[in-house]
């Protein structure tokens, strides 16, 4: 998702975006219902949205290709992203050295490195919880609260954006 927004900026592309609000709208409506679509799958019974199973206590693993999936469309549907890349790439671009292409290309590296090491660390912890959060207590209970969690934002999202 950081790699589709990089060049986004790049190209321009987040600009057009924010600077039009019809187009900031669309894409803070599209993320909304992608997260309320999320947040719903939380309370459907044998949903695997929010799975931590190891494949041995019989909990079902969730494809690489669909979290993959659902992290670049969380991503990308996030326009609170485009703000960030809005706010903060502009104040690291020098004109007079000229190809701001690269420029902006090296610090979306940058931003791409340092998420790279934080969600590192972030797997690292659940993996080493993964035991107990396969647990199906345990796992309703995070897909509850999850699918909550994604629906509040959802809501904000709009009520934010839109109202």
Known sequence: GLVFHTLLA???????????????????????????????????????????????????????????????????????????YLALMPNFVDIQRGNTGAQLAVFGAALIGINIIWQTGLVVAADKARDWLGTPKVQKSVSWITGAILLFFAAAMLWTNVI
Request: aromatic share 12%; proline share 4%.
């Open 10 to 84: 790049i190209f321009g592309i987040t600009v057009i975006i924010a600077s039009s609000e019809t187009l900031f709208k669309g894409v803070a409506i599209a993320g909304a219902v992608y997260l309320a679509w999320l947040g719903i799958q939380g309370f459907l019974p044998g949903s695997s949205t929010f799975s931590f199973g190891n494949g041995n206590s019989g909990t079902p693993n969730v494809s690489a290709h669909k979290a993959w999936r659902d992290a670049f469309m969380s991503n990308a549907l996030n326009p609170k992203v485009i703000v960030l």
